[in-house]
């Protein structure tokens, strides 16, 4: 095997395994079709997310192999609204919509004609921002203008093949009286209908349990009529020539809505997807699965205020997608920009790795960018440093960024988006003990023994002359304050880190001071 092939086979990234795997196993098309889809019951969170980018990243790896893609995204907003979130404003009002489908619940935020408009507009506004364009199909609008009326007469039609299928996995099985379609009642919206007859043709016959009323409707005329999910699922992968879609562990477990929608969809005359099994994702402190349902979530908003859309999308490109994994808003972070930093290193050659490694993490770095991959380095600051800077200006971006004289016009866009992320995470989630603030002279002094005093002082006369030495001349002038006046280096630490931001512990002391600026450091010290 060619050098060249060695490297193509250790850049496989799981999403070219799976691309290699639909064009393989569907044939050579000329448009292959990826969805992806989520019920927008309540915030759509970063669990659904998960799902989203899988595809999103097969869809890249397809057309980089020069093949045509439809990526669609189903929102299934003709499914019931069956509990009031935690989250939303006015629960009052929403629980009077219980049972209706959730397009025709009101939103009562205020930024949508109805409920599950809002929290679609939620994510289709957000989704550019980490480079993930789908085509939106919204399935309350194919069901009540009846474009699924032939799915659902086919349905129908293979009434009893489709509960033998369902009946194999289910520990009692369905009723003979059971119909593989479902009713919102005319009378009152909801679901609380029960399908009595079908007359072999358009007609079905359904009584609304709730006000004990029955009616026929056509199903070609009705917007009232869909199929349950295990049905519905497998007629939309027909209807839309799926080729491509994941699914999260519950509906891929044993005997769940995969495995008997791989057998339905073959009665719709299509074969069910390539897929894969995705598994849930956790937030750092909180345990168990996210729901959009019960409120408790954490979106994707949330998250790119902290990590910037590349470093969001890099959490999930260097995940397998079948492995749990948490998002964390703590000191993790800080290991996270640096995970990403380091690929990025190696994509550009400036971290020495193997072959194999290089290869690898040059897959991850193309598939984690937005658009398309920057032609030059980033700005490579810690995050961890670019705290400090913005903690010693008091969280200014402007004023931090100033302060880095090296820093090129092609990186700053990259670097204040970098900054903003950091200074949220400083404002909500780092712990107490990492933020800091410098002196003022507002604040009291502290008491120093007359040795320790005497080393800060030599410290401020090394400071007012430090522009002009090198960083290692600098160190050891600092390290010589504390020797020269008989303080133990350790104490000599402490007594400066209290003199400069009443804390005994900080920021890496001639680092640090450094990054404070002569003009800062010798405002405190003078006080001493």
Same mark, same amino acid.
């Given at each position: ?42 915030? $759509? ?28 995204? =189903?929102?299934?907003?003709?499914? $019931?609204?069956?509990? @009031? ?24 935020? %205020? ?6 408009? %809002? ?63 479902? $009713? ?18 358009? %007609? ?6 709730? @006000? ?11 917007? !009232? ?111 996270? !920009? ?31 960018? @937005? ?44 670097? $204040? ?33 007359? =040795? ?9 006369? @090394? ?38 931001? %009443? ?26």
């Amino acid at each position: 095997m060619s050098s060249n092939n060695n490297e193509q086979q250790n850049a496989m990234h799981w999403a070219d395994v799976y691309a290699e795997k639909i064009i393989r196993e569907k044939g050579d098309k000329d448009l292959y079709t990826c969805a992806s889809g989520i019920t927008p019951s309540g915030t $759509v969170h970063i669990g659904n997310f998960r799902e989203i980018i899988s595809v999103d990243l097969v869809v890249r790896a397809l057309r980089e192999r020069d093949k045509n893609v439809r990526f669609i995204y =189903s929102w299934d907003d003709y499914d $019931v609204f069956r509990k @009031v979130p935690k989250n939303m404003p006015d629960p009052e009002l929403l629980a009077k919509y219980l049972r209706f489908p959730i397009t025709l619940v009101p939103d009562t935020t %205020g930024r949508a004609d109805n409920y599950a408009r %809002g929290n679609e507009l939620d994510v289709e506004k957000i989704l550019p921002s980490v480079g993930i364009h789908p085509e939106y199909i919204y399935q309350a609008a194919r069901y009540r203008s009846s474009k699924y009326a032939e799915g659902m007469r086919m349905a129908l039609e293979n009434r009893d093949a489709i509960k033998k299928i369902l009946d194999k996995y289910r520990t009692e099985p369905l009723p003979d009286t059971w119909y593989p379609i479902s $009713v919102f009642s005319s009378f009152t919206e909801k679901d609380t209908t029960t399908v009595t007859g079908w007359d072999g043709e358009w %007609g079905v016959t359904y009584h609304d349990d709730e @006000v004990d009323k029955s009616e026929t409707i056509d199903l070609r005329k009705t917007p !009232y009529a869909k199929l349950p999910w295990r049905v519905d699922w497998p007629m939309r992968w027909k209807q839309e020539h799926v080729d491509f879609e994941p699914a999260g562990k519950d509906h891929h477990s044993e005997g769940g809505s995969f495995d008997t929608s791989r057998e339905i969809v073959e009665l719709f005359g299509w074969h069910a997807p390539v897929s894969f099994q995705y598994d849930f994702i956790s937030i750092k402190g909180h345990g168990g699965k996210i729901s959009s349902s019960s409120g408790d979530v954490i979106s994707l908003p949330d998250v790119l205020e902290i990590y910037t859309p590349e470093v969001t999308r890099f959490l999930f490109v260097g995940t397998q997608p079948n492995r749990e994994f948490a998002i964390s808003f703590d000191l993790d972070v800080l290991k996270i !920009y640096e995970d990403y930093d380091n690929c990025e290193r190696i994509y550009f050659g400036v971290l020495p790795v193997s072959d194999k490694k290089r290869a690898h993490e040059k897959r991850i770095f193309e598939l984690s960018q @937005v658009d398309k991959v920057p032609e030059t380095l980033s700005y490579q600051i810690p995050f961890r440093h670019l705290c400090n800077l913005l903690l010693i200006h008091e969280l200014d971006v402007d004023a931090a960024l100033a302060t880095l004289k090296d820093l090129k016009d092609d990186q700053k866009d990259r670097l $204040v988006a970098r900054a903003k992320c950091a200074k949220a995470w400083l404002e909500k989630f780092a712990p107490d003990d990492f933020k800091f603030h410098l002196s003022t002279p507002k604040d009291e002094k502290v008491e120093l023994s007359a =040795s320790a005093l005497a080393a800060v002082q030599a410290l401020g006369k @090394v400071v007012e002359k430090m522009d002009d030495l090198a960083p290692t001349d600098f160190t050891t002038a600092m390290y010589a304050c504390a020797s020269d006046n008989g303080v133990e280096t350790p104490d000599f630490f402490k007594s400066v880190y209290l003199v400069l931001i %009443g804390k005994e512990k900080g920021p890496k002391l001639a680092e640090f001071i450094r990054s404070c600026g002569k003009a800062k450091v010798s405002k405190i010290l003078e006080r001493y």
